[in-house]
Nanobody, 119 residues
Framework: VQLQASGGGSVQAGGSLRLSCAAS????????FGWYRQAPGKQRELVAT???????NYADFVKDRFAINRGNAKNLGYLQMNSLKSEDTAIYYC??????????????WGQGTLVTVSS
């Protein structure tokens, strides 16, 4: 199984970006999608998560600005980022718990996509 994150780029403060995460390989179901970020010199931190049933959790610093959702296809997840700030500059990683079968699964990370916000 592989996770491919995309959609990063450079924007000015106040702008928007939409990140995508696509899982490929042997997939029975994707239980949870999550987005994390790591800024230079800082630890990786949670941004948002969404379960298969649609339960969502956001970090306080992105509430009302970011929105996580899942695509119609079971292997897709998205992060819509609005009102971006310079402090949102980081590498954004997607993460997913993927069931390969009814009885077997694993936790996977994507390779990261860079988001740069200039003020």
């Amino acid at each position: 199984v592989q996770l491919q994150a995309s959609g990063g780029g450079s924007v000015q403060a106040g702008g928007s970006l939409r990140l995508s995460c696509a899982a490929s390989g042997v997939i029975y179901s994707v239980e949870n999608f999550g987005w994390y970020r790591q800024a230079p010199g800082k630890q990786r931190e949670l941004v948002a998560t969404i379960t298969r049933s649609g339960t969502i959790n956001y970090a306080d610093f992105v509430k009302d600005r970011f929105a996580i959702n899942r695509g119609n296809a079971k292997n897709l997840g998205y992060l819509q980022m609005n009102s971006l700030k310079s402090e949102d500059t980081a590498i954004y990683y997607c993460r997913a718990y993927i069931q390969h079968s009814k009885y077997d699964g694993g936790d996977y990370w994507g390779q990261g996509t860079l988001v740069t916000v200039s003020s």
